[in-house]
């Protein structure tokens, strides 16, 4: 390409179209089939899941894609990790390691448990928990983890897997970004003792608002199921309350979106990885820009698009580069999260259950806990140097070149110009 002009100096823009979103029909995957499977529900005159079709059946099809003996349905990935943590029955003040990059649903799950985070470092060149933070994290509290596949990139399950069996912790995995992600041959989701989904807008399938959990340990599925529905042992024909749980009952309705979109779910992550994988390819031949690293043996299923910038070659920081691309139309910005998920005033101020600041200040809890910027260097160095953007089926082969384009326009102008 020949040396033009900046859009952010006054040049002509490198694209102007919209790109396909997961926000509307440009980026999802909804037809007939959606509307036949809703269309029954309606018929039926039964949008409840006590009693209804769809939901049991999406879980027995959820399973079924994923391998495992169980699944059980939630309103949310919140509730679906929720749900998770609730089966596990742990003592308040127990601690629970995640990871300081992910959605507040993942923390919302042990906080609502009365179950204390601990937050262990990631990757900078994934955003990823790796069994080495995670182990520094450890406490005679620690009870459990929960391993977050970033944007559908896998962690590194098996030195994690191999800790949690040695300490005798439970393994969450959310995989509420990673639907079908793939480790050395295995889904995400069947590596741990649970694995959790969402189904929201953005997510790989949809429902809206949704989730699910996936195990093949039938103690733990009992529980989850009653948890999400007010400790209730339906079958039983007894209405007895067994435990506290809340109603997390995904409707009628949501099952039937659910079933078209599992249907459906292949060629979602199919189109996701062809994109996905010929941008990386033409990233890759940029001067100055690293495609996004990827943890050996895993397969992502592509929730977000990352990169990063050598910025000595470049000469221009993560910042200002991202400001020059997006005046280009690019839709890529600096960080996931603006900062570490500890640093939300839920937890960095306690705003929990009135102003008691539980489950910190839980006799039984550890004291003194502490969660600070310094002590998570990798975190602070994915956040401010990794480039993201939201992908997703509608994407195609113009639409990639157009990025490939816009980031190659950039780029070159710094590696001449710095
Ligand atoms: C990693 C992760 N965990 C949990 C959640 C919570 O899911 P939901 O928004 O469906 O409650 C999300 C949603 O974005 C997520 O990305």
């Not at 005679?140 to 977050?148: L, Q, R, Y």
């Not at 502490?370 to 260097?377: A, G, I, L, Q």
Request: with cysteine; hydrophobic share 40%.
């Amino acid at each position: 390409m020949t040396e033009s002009k900046l859009a952010i100096h006054g040049g002509e823009k490198y694209r102007t179209k919209p790109w396909p979103s997961v926000g509307n029909a440009s980026g999802r995957m909804f037809g007939q089939e959606e509307i036949q499977l809703l269309t029954e529900v309606i018929q039926s005159g039964s949008l409840n899941r006590v009693g209804g079709t769809k939901v049991p059946q999406l879980e027995a099809e959820f399973a079924a894609k994923y391998g495992t003996k169980h699944a059980v349905a939630a309103t949310s990935g919140t509730a679906a990790l929720h749900v998770a943590v609730g089966a596990l029955n742990l003592e308040p003040g127990d601690e629970v390691i995640t990871t300081t990059v992910t959605d507040m649903g993942t923390v919302i799950a042990i906080l609502m448990c009365n179950l204390v985070p601990i937050f262990a470092d990631v990757d900078p060149r994934t955003g990823n928990v790796t069994a080495e933070t995670i182990a520094k994290q450890i406490s005679p509290k620690t009870k459990a983890i929960i391993a977050v596949h970033l944007f559908g990139q896998m962690c590194d399950m098996d030195p994690i897997r191999a800790l949690a069996r040695e300490k005798g912790f439970w393994l969450i995995e959310d995989c509420a970004q990673a639907h079908l992600s793939e480790y050395k041959g295995h889904l995400a989701g069947t590596i741990g003792d649970i694995g959790c989904f969402s189904f929201q807008q953005s997510k790989q399938m949809t429902t809206g608002d949704g989730g699910m959990i996936i195990t093949n340990n039938d103690q733990l599925a009992y529980r989850a199921r009653l948890f999400a529905d007010k400790g209730w042992p339906r079958g039983t024909g007894e209405r007895g309350h067994l435990f506290l749980g809340p109603n997390y009952r995904l409707t009628e309705l949501q099952g039937a979106v659910g079933l078209a979109q599992l249907h459906k779910l292949d060629e979602i992550v199919a189109r996701r990885r062809h994109t996905a994988e010929m941008l990386a390819e033409m990233l890759d031949d940029i001067p100055g820009i690293r495609p996004p690293y990827l943890v050996p043996g895993t397969n992502p299923s592509w929730w977000i698009f990352s990169f990063t910038i050598e910025e000595k070659v470049l000469g221009v920081s993560p910042q200002d580069f991202a400001a020059a691309l997006q005046a280009e139309g690019m839709p890529f910005h600096v960080g996931y999260i603006p900062n570490p998920i500890f640093d939300y005033p839920v937890i960095k101020e306690r705003k929990t259950f009135g102003t008691s600041g539980i489950p910190w200040t839980l006799p039984q809890a550890r004291q003194g806990i502490t969660y600070e910027d310094k002590d998570y260097p990798g975190t602070m160095q994915f956040l401010s140097t990794t480039f993201v953007t939201s992908w997703n089926e509608g994407m195609t082969e113009e639409d990639v070149r157009d990025i490939a384009g816009g980031v190659a326009k950039v780029a070159n102008y710094y590696l001449k110009n710095k």
